[in-house]
């Protein structure tokens, strides 16, 4: 389910870094300090990935629904996924 900005906005420190899931490998990591950060995990060659957007307010929670985000949703197509490049 997607998060809400309240929710996120609202999230509390705790002892342990904690997680906050947006769906489809999104999520908002809380770190004991009180920092946001925004993270993707993902699998590229059978290996997970780790990608980092950015501290939240800086980096604002996306406004489109969770599985829109890249344009594609899960139809495997790659054509028009903006996150993609060649090498």
């Known amino acids: 389910m997607p998060l809400k900005e ?3 906005k609202y999230a ?3 002892q342990r870094p904690y997680k906050l899931s947006d769906g489809d490998g999104l999520h ?3 770190q004991p300090s009180g920092s946001k ?3 993707l ?3 590229f060659d059978g290996k997970e990935k780790l990608l980092s957007f950015g ?3 800086v980096v604002a929670l996306p406004i489109f629904p ?3 985000r890249c344009g594609c949703g899960r139809t495997g197509s790659t054509a028009s996924r903006p996150m ?3 090498r």
């Open 37 to 39: 950060l925004w993270r």
């Open 28 to 30: 908002l990591l809380v």
């Open 41 to 43: 995990k993902y699998r």
């Open 12 to 14: 509390s420190k705790r």
């Open 66 to 68: 969770a599985n829109s």
């Open 84 to 86: 993609m490049v060649s």
């Open 6 to 8: 309240l929710e996120v």
């Open 55 to 57: 501290k939240y307010p």
